[in-house]
């Protein structure tokens, strides 16, 4: 790993860290709900920074002894935190297993039997008596068709219905309508409404996550007007919507955080929330505090020339230098293509998405922003060419991290990374991309090392907690001896889809042991994850 360029990153996080948060808060919030003050999570009068995880797949175990059994598990470990799915929908009430509500042909209901939201009832009043606290996602960008038939329904993150199964439902054509067309706004708000208002006094509830990685586009394209003023008018139409019926609990964005530096905002900063309170003088040893800024265009150009010059810098003292350019006169002048790949700030900060996750943030009724990193699905920033693959991954993981919690300081908000993953080697086969339904590496070399992927996840953990955010959440936990049965989510002997030994129909006599799902990034076959996670645990309780 370039020492020397990932030091150059983690300088950067004093830049988006306004102040080291109290412990004690005053009693202008001594409620048990979790709340927004500045840029800090409190509840019970006490600021709260946590570690959590990430399990989308827990209200479809097949017992209730399951449920508490894998909560019990992460409550012991130390997270305070659990983010799950609160949707489940289909277009065909007859389908075996968990369902939540049916969609079809432009009308829905909503199913709230024992194989339904009591499911839901049974994950939430667990969590209450374990003291944790649940992120509930009301819906997915993400349901790719076909289904994969080699897997049980509900194994996959994408395989719980969401946005483009009411799209296709009610005869639409193009991903984005789901934001737009009032039939389909009114349907899931319905079903919103009933969800909310069946835990709005639950203090299990940390937040209502509008959507989970809301974009322009999924399998289904979009139109041709969909953009980041799209999705941020959906975003404040239901979180108007939300707190109408909840004044209780906290109301987050599930974007993936890119940003769009130069677009037009709905929802312009007020300066005034961004800078940081007046204050004596500095005391000794301590800096003053600058004023939060956002993230600019700029910026990002400017970060990243550094960035290779101090790379590039340090190969050629190892003697690894390889220039790329062309001689001319005694001089390294760049190609075309280099200076062509320079011009733009890349998609997750142009707007390319649909998604402007600082105007998002910025919306009255949003309590904080949330983001994620999955390197093995998008693009980060442009690949250094001084630097192997796997530390030009660490770096932008890195620098992800301290851009969001700049861009949270600069709304005045608290900032959460909401799920983050590395696939592995061994984890490759059973790897399904969120808009895929297959595992394009089942037969090839592909990930990196469960050492590596230890080293990343504990170098991620410390900048978040030292860029300030409120909360690290992992992306996802794995859990062994499970009662596993035909037929269902949990079966015999489906540890992921390399393996495809999925048989039919429910029999009460095929019982046994069987584990959660894994697309990927189950945590299970790496012990250091836990343990890196574990000592997050530690450093952020120590932090805060």
């Not at 370039?2 to 030091?7: G, H, P, V, Y």
């Not at 998405?353 to 983001?371: A, C, K, L, T, Y």
């Amino acid at each position: 790993m370039n020492i020397l360029s990932l030091f150059f990153l983690l300088s950067s996080v004093l830049l988006a860290t306004l102040a080291d948060p109290s412990t004690t808060v005053s009693a202008r919030n001594q409620s048990p709900f979790v709340a927004a003050n500045g840029t800090s999570f409190t509840v019970n009068g006490s600021n709260l920074r946590y570690i959590g995880t990430d399990t989308y797949w827990l209200p479809v175990l097949n017992t209730n002894e399951d449920i508490q059994y894998t909560l019990g598990n992460i409550s012991a470990l130390g997270i305070k935190v659990v983010r799950l799915w609160a949707f489940n929908d289909v277009n065909d009430a007859s389908v075996n297993g968990t369902w939540f509500q049916v969609v079809g042909n432009g009308t829905s209901s909503v199913n709230n039997g024992p194989n339904g939201l009591q499911k839901l009832d049974t994950v939430i009043e667990m969590a209450e008596k374990l003291g944790l606290y649940l992120i509930l996602s009301l819906t997915n960008n993400w349901y790719p068709l076909p289904v994969n038939n080699s897997l049980p329904r509900n194994y996959l993150s994408n395989d719980y219905g969401g946005m483009d199964l009411y799209v296709r439902q009610f005869g639409f054509q193009t991903h984005d309508q789901f934001y737009t067309e009032p039939s389909i706004l009114n349907t899931f708000m319905n079903y919103t409404t009933q969800v909310v208002s069946r835990y709005v006094n639950s203090p299990a509830i940390f937040s209502w996550e509008l959507a989970n990685d809301p974009r322009c586009n999924s399998t289904l394209p979009a139109g041709p007007n969909c953009t980041t003023e799209t999705i941020t008018r959906w975003h404040a139409t239901v979180a108007a919507h939300i707190r109408s019926i909840d004044p209780n609990h906290l109301i987050s964005a599930g974007t993936s955080g890119f940003m769009c530096t130069d677009c037009p905002k709905l929802y312009p900063l007020n300066p005034a929330a961004a800078a940081p309170l007046p204050s004596a003088s500095p005391a000794p040893g301590k800096k003053k505090r600058s004023k939060a800024v956002p993230v600019s265009t700029e910026q990002i150009f400017r970060e990243r020339a550094e960035s290779r010059r101090r790379s590039r810098e340090a190969a050629k003292r190892a003697g690894t230098l390889k220039e790329d350019g062309i001689r001319i006169r005694g001089r390294w002048v760049s190609t075309p293509t280099r200076r062509q790949d320079s011009q733009g700030v890349g998609s997750n900060y142009d707007g390319s998405h649909g998604v402007d996750s600082q105007d998002i943030m910025n919306i009255p009724e949003i309590g904080f922003g949330g983001f994620t990193f999955f390197p093995d699905q998008d693009s980060f920033g442009p690949t250094d060419s001084y630097l192997d693959s796997y530390t030009n991954i660490l770096n932008s993981g890195v620098d992800w991290i301290i851009k969001q919690a700049q861009s949270a300081n600069a709304v005045g908000k608290p900032s959460a990374l909401t799920g983050f993953g590395l696939v592995t080697q061994s984890n490759a086969p059973d790897f399904v991309p969120f808009n895929m339904t297959s595992a394009p590496y089942a037969n090839s070399t592909y990930g990196v090392t469960n050492t590596q992927q230890t080293d990343a996840y504990s170098t991620w953990y410390t900048t978040g907690i030292t860029s300030g955010l409120g909360g690290i959440v992992v992306y996802q936990w794995g859990q062994t001896n499970l009662t596993a049965e035909t037929g269902t989510t949990i079966s015999p002997n489906v540890t992921g889809i390399s393996q495809n030994p999925i048989t039919t129909g429910t029999s009460s006599n095929n019982l046994t042991t069987g584990m959660s799902p894994n697309d990927g990034y189950s945590n299970v076959g790496n012990d250091g994850v836990q343990q890196v996670t574990q000592t997050a645990v530690q450093q952020i309780a120590a932090d805060s």
